[in-house]
């Protein structure tokens, strides 16, 4: 064969495996890039309308960061729920993540044949539950509750909490003339004289205590110890979470930088709060994202995350939940975390 004719062949046959070559490349770096801007849908469910804990979750929505890790996030509210608690969702698989207090997510942890649920953060490092006092009610310390009016759920764990707070205070819970139901309008309750005192957050007091109508907020886990449970839990179903590590690790690694924007932009947080339905006014959200803010700070001064979920707090609440009989004897208060 002719060496030039030869040479061509030889040529074009390197062409064609060049090609075969370059084409597998940019298929693998075509899949490649699928997959990198391929995002998994999570779905988290609150028991609550947007408020200010939750000031990181919407702000890393809004600022993109879980679509930069990959994930394609919707937030299910109590309005949008249909009266299912975050734990049934999770069950059913309508929801990905569920957010919770620790003595309301006891009962799903602890029930025989329930389904296992798994803990591994938490929207707030500390639990911010109180009694707010009206202005003129001479409620300086938990034992004044003696004789006056407490408005609250009427939950049984609520009843065990104030009588073991009230106890350590030096007086009688059964002295407190107890008003079985749950005040939705703080103001108006204070300012009409409906009650003396109402067990809440103390971010939802703020502005009553700003604006007169409260004489102060007594926190629990201030008086009793036990009682700094562990609020606003993010949770999931075990099942999942033992599949799913790397989705969890992604939504928390959004979440904190949430919580970074929340606490370098009070201001901004809370303009975003508001567009996504959080009822009281952009000024009231700032100071509540920025009380929250507090504890985030301290998380990062203790060099933990601000997504820190203490596992010393969450056994020693289950164990005192145990021994007022509000979970089953012989439950291992350590499940779920």
Same mark, same amino acid.
């Given at each position: 064969?002719?060496? /030039?004719?030869?040479? %061509?062949?030889?040529?074009? *046959?390197?062409?064609?495996?060049?090609?075969? %070559?370059?084409?597998?490349?940019?298929?693998?770096?075509?899949?490649?890039?699928?997959?990198?801007?391929?995002? /998994?849908?999570?779905?988290?469910?609150?028991?609550?309308?947007?408020?200010?804990?939750?000031?990181? $979750?919407?702000?890393? !929505?809004?600022?993109?960061? /879980?679509?930069?890790?990959?994930?394609? $996030?919707?937030?299910?509210?109590?309005?949008?729920?249909?009266?299912?608690?975050?734990?049934?969702?999770?069950?059913?698989?309508?929801?990905?993540?569920? %957010?919770?207090?620790?003595?309301?997510?006891?009962?799903?942890?602890?029930?025989?044949?329930?389904?296992?649920?798994?803990?591994?953060?938490? $929207?707030?490092?500390?639990?911010?539950?109180?009694?707010?006092?009206?202005?003129?009610?001479?409620?300086?310390?938990?034992?004044? $509750?003696?004789?006056?009016?407490?408005? @609250?759920?009427?939950?049984?764990?609520?009843?065990?909490?104030?009588?073991?707070?009230?106890?350590?205070?030096? *007086?009688?819970?059964?002295?407190?003339?107890?008003?079985?139901?749950?005040?939705?309008?703080?103001?108006?309750?204070?300012? #009409?004289?409906?009650?003396?005192?109402?067990?809440?957050?103390?971010?939802?007091?703020?502005?009553?205590? #700003? &604006?007169?109508?409260?004489?102060?907020? !007594?926190?629990? &886990?201030?008086?009793?110890?036990?009682?700094? @449970?562990?609020?606003?839990?993010?949770?999931?179903?075990?099942?999942?979470?033992?599949?799913?590590?790397?989705?969890?690790?992604?939504? !928390?690694?959004?979440?904190?930088?949430?919580?970074?924007?929340?606490?370098?932009?009070?201001?901004?947080?809370?303009?975003?709060?508001?567009r996504f339905g959080a009822v009281e006014s952009e000024e009231i959200l700032e100071e509540e994202v920025t009380l929250f803010s507090e504890d985030w700070k301290a998380c990062k001064e203790q060099g933990q995350k601000t997504t820190f979920l203490s596992a010393e707090r969450w056994t020693r609440f289950y164990a005192w939940m145990l021994e007022k009989g509000f979970i089953p004897e012989g439950s291992n208060v350590a499940t779920g975390i």
């Amino acid at each position: 064969m002719n060496k /030039f004719i030869k040479r %061509i062949i030889i040529t074009a *046959a390197a062409g064609t495996l060049c090609a075969a %070559i370059c084409g597998c490349s940019a298929e693998k770096k075509k899949e490649k890039k699928k997959e990198e801007t391929e995002s /998994f849908q999570v779905v988290v469910a609150l028991d609550y309308m947007p408020e200010a804990v939750t000031a990181g $979750l919407y702000a890393a !929505l809004e600022q993109g960061y /879980f679509e930069k890790e990959g994930l394609e $996030l919707s937030i299910l509210t109590i309005e949008e729920e249909g009266n299912q608690t975050p734990e049934e969702l999770l069950a059913s698989g309508v929801a990905t993540f569920g %957010i919770a207090d620790q003595d309301v997510l006891g009962e799903s942890l602890f029930e025989e044949g329930a389904i296992s649920y798994r803990a591994f953060a938490s $929207l707030c490092p500390k639990n911010h539950m109180g009694i707010l006092t009206a202005k003129d009610a001479g409620i300086s310390d938990f034992s004044d $509750l003696a004789g006056k009016r407490f408005s @609250y759920n009427k939950w049984e764990v609520e009843d065990a909490m104030m009588t073991d707070v009230m106890a350590a205070s030096g *007086a009688d819970y059964e002295s407190v003339v107890c008003i079985p139901n749950a005040v939705t309008d703080i103001k108006k309750a204070l300012e #009409e004289g409906i009650t003396d005192a109402i067990f809440c957050q103390e971010d939802q007091g703020l502005w009553a205590l #700003e &604006n007169g109508y409260a004489g102060s907020f !007594l926190p629990i &886990n201030e008086k009793v110890e036990t009682l700094d @449970y562990c609020t606003n839990v993010i949770f999931s179903t075990e099942k999942w979470a033992k599949k799913n590590a790397k989705i969890i690790d992604a939504f !928390l690694k959004a979440l904190e930088k949430g919580n970074q924007y929340a606490m370098t932009y009070p201001k901004s947080a809370a303009k975003i709060l508001k567009r996504f339905g959080a009822v009281e006014s952009e000024e009231i959200l700032e100071e509540e994202v920025t009380l929250f803010s507090e504890d985030w700070k301290a998380c990062k001064e203790q060099g933990q995350k601000t997504t820190f979920l203490s596992a010393e707090r969450w056994t020693r609440f289950y164990a005192w939940m145990l021994e007022k009989g509000f979970i089953p004897e012989g439950s291992n208060v350590a499940t779920g975390i």
